[in-house]
């Protein structure tokens, strides 16, 4: 057991630590400890910082207030900071990113921040190529230059003519929904409070859409409750939103019951005379999708008929005539396609129209020549065509070949156009856009140009950690080709392992920052994620989550044992889900890490059900309501283990006021409960950014660029760099 220290002796060392660091004012006096003690399944808890959760506590706000303005103080004096900050800002300034690429009969729509612009836009270009205009500018809501939107998503209407936008101020997520002609830029009337998660559905005449809405919240609403209870409605442009009926939801029919987090999805194609409903419950990744003659839905009684439960593992569909394909993992970990009649037919009689390989079926995509899948093989992209008949039977597969290997994280079809439009990206290859013509030939879109950031002296290598139970852990390396494994190479690896979610191989200018200083970017890939399909991910899930853990120590070893690294040289990261990750390695081997960032990350687990958002995450991580839930939450919950006197790594916890996935209070928690912990006189800082929410998610350039200055500043500070180390170093214990 660590050796234990009272608690004003573990405050007192860490300020002399910092102040020894910043050369500034002292930190700030810890927060008042209010415990709250609690037994769940008979185990009993203390939560010293309850009241944190209480958004209208002063006690919140100071804390936020004082620590961030500390936080401030110590980072900016950070030697090598403005070198740094100005490298960041050189790498990122000369690089456009392009996303959302959506092609609409002969027009690309999408998003694109342009090299040296601080916030994304929505363009529109000819597919044939010509010149680019800008559709929609959300920064036009901005009433000074200290507010900044986002575009949530958007839709184009089938024509073309009109786009609903889902705007929100400071990376909130709290969606309103606009309508712009895209033709002259000009606002419609149609305003839409509440409209979130999922682009709207535009039905064939291009004048009225699907979309999901939820509720106006009542005064004093619980922060779970809120973004519950929401329906899917029919909006026809001009007519008063709340005037919109029902389709599909919550309370809509009590033949389909819905639970408050689920979200409603109707969607329409001009390729099918039918609707496809989908429930969408919280973060699982299986939905139950239910169909319906589209000239029938209208209001609350369409004849819906269902055709998957949650049971059967359905993830993904796309409908052609009157069939409708379906990726689904049943009985197939890697996934496989079936075929079904909509008329008559059901799940059990489907046809197998791709069996299960040794790929992982990702998405399916259909386009004017078939249905694309997007697939993963051995942490790689692939892609395939799958030939439809004009009656939607199905028919060849075929091989579509990639100019490298790499990436796809965005796909993009027109139904009824032929070819696929996909982003393509590597470690050390920048994102380009390409799509698919005649016979599935390759042609580069011209979207986004090849970055001219030098990437030519790093390379990047995949190898297998190994965890605590001997399985096999994917781990990705990049580093400078000429690097030496010494063991004393600055690394950073970072882990994330949650909701089946891959992390792929991408390619970061500002990264080079940290690469060509001779430091190392790992990325390890644990149980949890989908890197090799529903195995992989339900081998961490509830009660087996602790492997997610397991697997990134086991990347830690790997990374110390072969001489990239050691533990003095060593940092670990985590970002939301991540958070599970990247706190219980601190405080479960504190002795592995130099550093540490914790970014928007969900270290109180036990707590995350009663947040804003939290509820949606019970299918993955369980739910304290039960002994299975309770037992698998507690023993994840990083601020719970925290103990006194440990000597833990320096870490730099970061939020957003706004953030709406991870309650800032999480990460306040934590925080607050390191610094009074801590006896290795390293510095546990809060960084909190009151205009942005998740992260990146909805940040500007501005504050991207700020962001990765503090964590890259942070991190060669503590890991040793001779040009951010001119202060005293923290000593490492009292």
Not at 646 to 660: C, E, K, R, S
Request: aromatic share 8%; charged share 20%; proline share 7%.
């Amino acid at each position: 057991m660590a050796h234990q220290v009272p608690f004003r002796l573990a405050v007192a060392a860490l300020g002399a630590a910092l102040l020894a660091a910043s050369s500034a004012a002292p930190p700030p006096a810890p927060p008042a400890v209010r415990s709250v003690t609690e037994t769940h399944f008979g185990v009993t808890v203390s939560d010293p910082y309850r009241y944190f959760e209480n958004a209208k506590d002063p006690g919140l706000a100071t804390y936020f207030k004082t620590q961030n303005t500390y936080t401030r103080t110590v980072l900016d004096a950070v030697p090598g900071r403005t070198v740094l900050a100005q490298r960041i800002a050189q790498l990122d300034n000369i690089t456009e990113s392009v996303n959302d690429v959506q092609p609409v009969g002969g027009t690309y729509f999408y998003q694109k921040r342009a090299a040296g612009a601080n916030t994304t836009r929505l363009y529109a270009r000819a597919i044939a190529g010509g010149a680019e205009r800008v559709v929609f500018d959300p920064d036009r809501f901005a009433r000074s230059a200290k507010e900044h939107y986002t575009i949530d998503y958007y839709s184009p209407s089938l024509d073309g003519r009109y786009a609903a936008i889902g705007i929100s101020e400071g990376g909130s997520e709290k969606t309103v929904l606009h309508v712009v002609d895209t033709r002259s830029g000009r606002l419609l009337p149609d305003v839409i409070e509440r409209a979130i998660y999922n682009p709207p559905s535009w039905r064939d005449d291009s004048r009225s859409f699907f979309y999901f809405r939820t509720p106006k919240a009542p005064p004093n609403q619980p922060q779970s409750e809120r973004d519950t209870k929401g329906v899917a409605r029919l909006h026809v442009l001009g007519r008063d939103p709340d005037r919109d009926p029902a389709i599909f939801g919550y309370g809509v029919s009590a033949q389909i019951p819905f639970a408050p987090e689920d979200v409603a999805v109707v969607n329409v194609s001009p390729r099918t005379r039918w609707a496809v409903a989908a429930i969408v419950h919280g973060v699982q990744n299986e939905i139950a999708l239910f169909v319906a003659p589209a000239a029938s839905v209208s209001g609350p009684n369409a004849p819906w008929r269902k055709i998957a439960g949650f049971a059967d593992d359905v993830t993904t569909g796309d409908a052609v005539g009157d069939m409708l394909y379906l990726s689904t993992h049943k009985g197939a970990p890697r996934h496989r396609v079936v075929v079904l009649d909509m008329r008559t037919g059901t799940l059990a009689k489907a046809r197998e129209a791709v069996p299960e390989s040794t790929r992982v079926v990702e998405e399916l995509a259909l386009a004017g020549d078939g249905l694309y899948l997007r697939d993963l093989d051995a942490g790689l992209s692939k892609l395939r065509r799958l030939a439809v008949g004009r009656d939607g039977s199905p028919g060849a597969l075929s091989e579509v070949e990639l100019p490298f290997a790499g990436a796809i994280g965005s796909t993009s079809t027109d139904p009824m156009v032929p070819g696929i439009t996909f982003g393509l990206q590597s470690w050390t290859e920048s994102p380009r856009w390409y799509r698919t013509g005649l016979n599935i030939a390759l042609s580069d879109t011209g979207l986004r140009k090849k970055s001219t950031v030098d990437y030519s002296g790093i390379t990047s290598l995949e190898v297998l950690a190994t965890s605590a139970d001997g399985t096999k852990v994917p781990l990705s390396i990049v580093m400078r080709k000429d690097a030496q494994l010494d063991g004393a190479r600055p690394t950073w690896l970072d882990g994330y392992g949650a909701y089946g979610i891959v992390i792929r191989p991408s390619f970061s200018t500002t990264r080079l920052a940290w690469l060509e200083r001779g430091a190392i970017y790992a990325e390890c890939h644990p149980r949890g994620g989908g890197e090799y399909g529903e195995d992989w991910h339900f081998g961490a899930h509830i009660a087996t989550k602790g492997r997610t853990v397991d697997d990134f120590i086991g990347c830690a070893r790997y990374l110390i044992d072969n001489h990239y690294t050691s533990s003095a040289k060593l940092a670990g990261s985590g970002t939301s889900a991540g958070g599970v990750t990247i706190g219980n390695a601190i405080v479960q081997h504190p002795e592995l890490w130099a550093a540490a960032l914790d970014v928007v990350g969900d270290t109180d687990a036990v707590r995350d059900e009663f947040a804003e958002g939290g509820p949606a995450n019970i299918p993955e991580f369980g739910t304290i309501a039960n002994k299975v839930g309770w037992d698998a939450l507690y023993a994840t919950d990083a601020y719970l283990h925290v103990k006194d006197g440990v000597a833990y790594p320096a870490v730099l916890a970061i939020t957003g006021a706004n953030d709406p996935r991870v309650a800032p209070w999480i990460v306040a928690k934590f925080a607050a409960r390191l610094q009074a912990a801590t006896s290795s006189g390293k510095p546990v800082l809060l960084r909190v950014d009151y205009d942005a929410g998740h992260g990146y998610l909805g940040s500007s350039r501005a504050q991207a660029q700020a962001l990765t200055t503090d964590e890259l500043s942070f991190l060669f500070w503590q890991l040793g760099d001779p040009a951010f180390a001119a202060a005293p170093a923290p000593a490492s214990s009292p």
